[in-house]
């Protein structure tokens, strides 16, 4: 009697359980009751040392590029000029920042590092010790800067050519053979870092680091450009403690800093007119912005763009 009972009650379990498997997912049994629990959770509050931190270290690659953008059209048609690279560059930092740092996740998850452990002291020691290890590098690297003015190797070249785009704003370089008395037998304007075609000499070197020294050059002259080298260096490093803290934790974005900081080539790099700083700007905040971008939560980016359409019909 008792097996049959027990047999009875096992394939009752049994018809239920497929049952419950053929309902869809919102009628489940339990799961309702599960929606309910996390409604009924008060929401967390939000981190604000890992927003500022997201915001502080995706600033750099913003500034950068809303320098850049307007500054080759500008160059291209010979009018990279103080007063139009201000007017169209400050208002296009501030546009991009407002859109694409107004929503930015608090905290980052982490895969194949254990338990995460959200604790409010690693947002605030990650932004903290980022700022204050990467100003303190700064100040070393102004102090040790090398800037190199004659154009022997690369660092002359670029600067030099920051410098004509200061004086003229436009591009290319034409010769000034009345400089020399004239042509003469051996006389070639081509040297390190340029080339002479024509009457005209060709920097052969990327423009984007020649645009970011004229600024430097404009600030205040040759002192100015010298300094933009380390500036680009603590941006870089800068980006690089928020990728470290997105990936592993924002307590190691100060390692991080520190770390990348110490690096010969980093040290190189950081002392002269180099590219490497500024395009380490560029790739370390756009894999920022990527992370951000995938870690947002889905409701958080619906509700951003449910308050960019009133703001697009006022507009």
Same mark, same amino acid.
């Given at each position: 009697?008792?097996?049959?009972?027990?047999?009875?009650?096992?394939?009752?379990?049994?018809?239920?359980?497929?049952?419950?498997?053929?309902?869809?997912?919102?009628?489940?049994?339990?799961?309702?009751?599960?929606?309910?629990?996390?409604?009924?959770?008060?929401?967390?509050?939000?981190?604000?040392?890992?927003?500022?931190?997201?915001?502080?270290?995706?600033?750099?690659?913003?500034?950068?590029?809303?320098?850049?953008?307007?500054?080759?059209?500008?160059?291209?048609?010979?009018?990279?000029?103080?007063?139009?690279?201000?007017?169209? !560059?400050?208002?296009?930092?501030?546009?991009?920042?407002?859109?694409?740092?107004?929503?930015?996740?608090?905290?980052?998850?982490?895969?194949?590092?254990?338990?995460?452990?959200?604790?409010?002291?690693?947002?605030?020691?990650?932004?903290?010790?980022?700022?204050?290890?990467?100003?303190?590098?700064?100040?070393?690297?102004?102090?040790?800067?090398?800037?190199?003015?004659?154009?022997?190797?690369?660092?002359?070249?670029?600067?030099?050519?920051?410098?004509?785009?200061?004086?003229?704003?436009?591009?290319?370089?034409?010769?000034?053979?009345?400089?020399?008395?004239?042509?003469?037998?051996?006389?070639?304007?081509?040297?390190?870092?340029?080339?002479?075609?024509?009457?005209?000499?060709?920097?052969?070197?990327?423009?984007?680091?020649?645009?970011?020294?004229?600024?430097?050059?404009?600030?205040?002259?040759?002192?100015?450009?010298?300094?933009?080298?380390?500036?680009?260096?603590?941006?870089?490093?800068?980006?690089?403690?928020?990728?470290?803290?997105?990936?592993?934790?924002?307590?190691?974005?100060?390692?991080?800093?520190?770390?990348?900081?110490?690096?010969?080539?980093?040290?190189?790099?950081?002392?002269? !007119?180099?590219?490497?700083?500024?395009?380490?700007?560029?790739?370390?905040?756009?894999?920022?912005?990527?992370?951000?971008?995938?870690?947002?939560?889905?409701?958080?980016?619906?509700?951003?763009?449910?308050?960019?359409?009133?703001?697009?019909?006022?507009?």
């Amino acid at each position: 009697m008792l097996n049959t009972v027990g047999a009875g009650t096992s394939q009752a379990r049994t018809v239920v359980l497929k049952a419950s498997q053929r309902l869809p997912a919102r009628l489940r049994p339990g799961r309702e009751q599960d929606r309910r629990d996390r409604a009924d959770r008060p929401p967390a509050p939000p981190d604000t040392a890992g927003m500022a931190l997201a915001r502080l270290t995706s600033l750099p690659v913003i500034v950068v590029m809303a320098w850049l953008l307007p500054g080759l059209p500008l160059l291209l048609a010979g009018r990279f000029l103080p007063v139009p690279m201000l007017l169209i !560059s400050v208002p296009l930092t501030v546009a991009l920042a407002a859109s694409g740092l107004r929503v930015v996740p608090g905290r980052w998850p982490r895969v194949g590092l254990g338990r995460q452990q959200d604790k409010p002291w690693t947002a605030w020691f990650g932004l903290l010790g980022s700022v204050a290890v990467a100003a303190g590098l700064t100040a070393w690297q102004l102090h040790m800067q090398t800037q190199s003015l004659i154009v022997v190797r690369s660092p002359g070249g670029y600067l030099q050519t920051g410098y004509w785009l200061a004086e003229h704003g436009s591009l290319p370089i034409p010769q000034q053979l009345r400089a020399f008395g004239g042509a003469h037998p051996g006389l070639n304007f081509s040297s390190a870092g340029f080339v002479a075609h024509g009457t005209s000499v060709f920097p052969a070197m990327p423009s984007g680091l020649p645009m970011m020294l004229a600024g430097g050059f404009w600030a205040h002259s040759i002192t100015g450009a010298q300094a933009i080298a380390a500036v680009l260096g603590c941006l870089a490093l800068l980006t690089f403690g928020g990728l470290v803290a997105r990936l592993a934790g924002p307590q190691w974005a100060p390692g991080g800093v520190l770390v990348l900081g110490l690096a010969l080539p980093e040290q190189y790099t950081s002392r002269a !007119s180099f590219p490497e700083t500024a395009m380490q700007v560029l790739l370390l905040g756009g894999l920022c912005l990527l992370v951000d971008a995938l870690a947002l939560p889905p409701a958080a980016a619906r509700s951003a763009g449910a308050q960019a359409v009133p703001e697009q019909a006022a507009a």
